[in-house]
């Protein structure tokens, strides 16, 4: 393994700002392909670091091992946004920039803006495929999933196939994608894949375990590794849907959102969902039924709402599964 410092800038006050790379090569001979994972772009999305941690190490011990296993090269960047991640905020502090969305050709030359455009450039030269990976707010839990924008779909579909997550959602494109890094690279030929899955702050290792494995399947699948560790259990192929086959409920009124479902679980179209109370008058404000029989891949897991918030996108049942 090779550890690179993409970026080094001075603080005021502290340890410099630095982003890290770290990158396996084969052990001789050209690379089939290179792939670089990407996470801790958003500040507060911890599952993205905890997978790229598995990944490291597991490629750390092939490499010691197997080191002929490692036909291509991966590299990994597993805290993009280290002044963000410090702070435990989705934002750069100080700035309020976004950094997922400072990329791609972008003006100005804040620090925020340099570090994006420094990885972006790095990730688009070093990279065949890349997988960046996110985690939802604190508003709304998420099922793994890779996430698609319509117009690539052709090309990333199948690629998707390969990590056995959950959930395929492809979904249509929205203006605020436009500055992504997922987006930029889409639309420059490299694929990339997104990754949104569970929740801010927080990290579910049984979720980043299906994760880890999925990717080892999809570097073996894609001939980067030679072979799949021992330990690397087999998985089922992706549910794919399109945007006719999601269905959203979101509350009609303001106040407490208690759900009566799990994540991933499958309802009966007119079941209950949950309930809206008033907490203080002590009424039921609304029942939360199913609007179609399928899977819940979104859940509001901050309870208070107000009228229009988003509580549920399901899966339809009958909608493509492969
Ligand atoms: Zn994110």
């Not at 399947?217 to 072979?227: E, N």
Request: overall charge neutral.
């Amino acid at each position: 393994m090779k550890t690179h410092t993409l970026l080094t800038r001075n603080s005021p006050l502290g340890a410099p700002l630095k982003i890290i790379k770290q990158s396996f090569s084969p052990h001789r001979g050209k690379p089939v392909k290179r792939i670089s994972f990407v996470s801790g772009l958003h500040g507060d999305e911890l599952d993205g670091l905890y997978l790229c941690h598995r990944l490291i190490q597991s490629l750390r011990h092939i490499s010691a091992s197997h080191p002929e296993d490692i036909l291509g090269e991966v590299h990994i960047y597993p805290a993009a946004n280290p002044p963000a991640l410090n702070q435990g905020t989705r934002l750069w502090p100080y700035y309020g920039s976004d950094m997922n969305r400072l990329m791609g050709s972008h003006p100005g030359a804040s620090l925020p803006v340099q570090m994006a455009q420094e990885i972006y450039k790095d990730i688009k030269e070093n990279s065949d495929i890349v997988v960046d990976i996110h985690a939802s707010n604190l508003h709304l839990k998420e099922l793994p999933q890779i996430r698609i924008i319509e117009e690539f779909s052709e090309a990333l579909v199948p690629l998707a196939m390969e990590t056995h997550v959950d959930l395929v959602w492809v979904h249509p494109m929205a203006g605020v994608f436009e500055s992504t890094l997922g987006y930029n690279l889409n639309k420059s030929g490299i694929p990339a894949l997104v990754i949104e899955t569970g929740i801010c702050m927080r990290i579910d290792p049984a979720t980043v375990d299906r994760l880890f494995h999925g990717m080892m399947h999809f570097l073996k699948q894609q001939g980067i590794l030679a072979s799949l560790p021992e330990n690397i259990p087999d998985l089922p192929s992706p549910r794919v849907i399109f945007p006719r086959g999601v269905a959203q409920a979101s509350a009609k009124h303001s106040g407490l959102f208690v759900s009566r479902v799990k994540l991933g679980q499958t309802v009966g179209e007119d079941e209950i969902i949950g309930y809206v109370l008033d907490p203080v008058k002590g009424v039921v404000l609304e029942e939360v039924t199913s609007p179609v029989s399928g899977q819940l891949f979104t859940l509001r897991e901050q309870p208070a709402v107000h009228a229009g918030a988003l509580l549920v996108r399901m899966a339809r049942e009958g909608a493509k599964k492969s």
